[in-house]
């Protein structure tokens, strides 16, 4: 039986973003209504395009982030920074790791990755060179060890991801 575990942006951040996006809402209107016609058109142009985007990075984006846990391996989906099929015979190790404490996964180099409001998604070189993928809304994740990379993965719910994975590995 497969288990789904979701890794989405925090609830803060995304508030956050709305209550940006409401001020610059009310700055609009306020320029309308002032007589300052031509910076309410200059405030639409530039950050529409920019909320949208910003929608999209915070907001679409990590929803659709997930870690599935299966009788045959782990199916890791977080586009478009990392996806990746981890089979249970490639597992060489499984343990508890804190991103913000240990030094052994301090970011190097990153490639395909984005960080933002405790979101973290894509692929790095930490500190012994090796290649690492992360999906993770916290800085405690479960490590999984190939012969190839190390899988920082911490979905919301953690002890429920670490329980799965007990119960479905090898």
Same mark, same amino acid.
């Given at each position: ?62 929803k659709r982030a997930s870690i599935t846990v299966a009788d045959e391996g782990i199916l890791l989906a977080a586009p478009p920074f990392s996806s990746a099929v981890i089979p249970w015979a490639s597992v060489e190790k ?7 404490? @240990?030094?052994?996964?301090?970011? %190097?180099?990153? /490639?395909? *990755? ?7 998604? =894509?692929?790095? !070189? ?13 800085? @405690?994740?479960?490590?999984?060890? %190939?012969?190839? /990379?190390? *899988? ?7 002890? =429920?991801?670490? !329980? ?7």
């Amino acid at each position: 039986m497969a288990t789904t575990f979701k890794v989405p942006m925090s609830k803060a951040v995304l508030t956050l973003f709305l209550l940006a996006v409401a001020a610059v809402a009310a700055v609009v209107a306020w320029s309308f209504n002032s007589g300052l016609t031509w910076t309410g058109i200059c405030l639409i142009a530039v950050t529409g395009p920019l909320s949208l985007f910003y929608w999209y990075m915070l907001y679409i984006t990590p929803k659709r982030a997930s870690i599935t846990v299966a009788d045959e391996g782990i199916l890791l989906a977080a586009p478009p920074f990392s996806s990746a099929v981890i089979p249970w015979a490639s597992v060489e190790k499984v343990f508890p790791a804190d991103l913000a404490k @240990d030094e052994a996964f301090k970011i %190097t180099k990153t /490639r395909k *990755y984005m960080t933002f409001g405790g979101y973290k998604s =894509g692929v790095v !070189e930490v500190r012994d060179g090796r290649e690492a993928v992360v999906v993770a809304n916290r800085t @405690d994740v479960l490590c999984i060890q %190939t012969g190839e /990379r190390f *899988y920082l993965l911490g979905p919301s719910d953690l002890p =429920g991801f670490r !329980e799965a994975v007990e119960k479905s590995a090898p």
